[in-house]
């Protein structure tokens, strides 16, 4: 009788260990606010840059698998001071060359944009504030270039603006953990607006 009800207690036990510590269920949204380590669009040379920063909504469709979006960003801006001789301009009377002084400007926006599935290890991971994950990401990157200068001697040259795209796939792996039921903190490595990404968790 007493094996019995131990074994009874222990398979009750299991069942709402099954049921609470459940890390990621079926209908569950979250939302990733991050800041990039590793840079995957810039490197060195830059007066200013932006850190890279992205958000992902993922919603569950299974308590194992998950779908959503993606959106990253990143910016630079590199200026080059100089002089240069040139012509005054006086075209009617007698051109003399003159010095000026010049600021030429350039500029890089880099975006990625995709959609992006993940599996998550909640049937292994007894933990109900522990979710971790590997997934893949598919989509497009748009490199934004600017170029601008207030140079006189090369006016017609004063403005470049082009976007190239490309196709983009990766994949990622990433863990989170909740301090409480909705907020907690996440990190992914894997190639997407950096190598190395982490902030701010949000479930709902």
Known sequence: MKIKFTLSILALM??????????????QLDINIGLGLGNT??????DRSLPAIS???EYGIT???SIGGYLGYTGATYKYYGTEWCDNGNHYGNPYREL?????????????????????????IKNEKLDVYVGALLGNNFAHYTYSTNSVCHDHYSYVNRTNAGFIFSVYGGARYRFTEHIGAFAEVGYGISYLTAGLNLKF
């Open 100 to 124: 000026y002084n010049y600021t030429d400007t350039y500029s890089w926006n880099y975006y990625i944009v995709g959609v992006r599935g993940a599996y998550h290890f909640s049937r292994f």
């Open 14 to 27: 299991s069942v709402l260990t099954t049921l609470t510590a459940q890390s990621f269920k079926k209908s």
């Open 63 to 65: 308590d194992e698998i």
């Open 41 to 46: 669009f810039l490197t060195r040379g830059y």
């Open 55 to 57: 958000t992902s909504v």
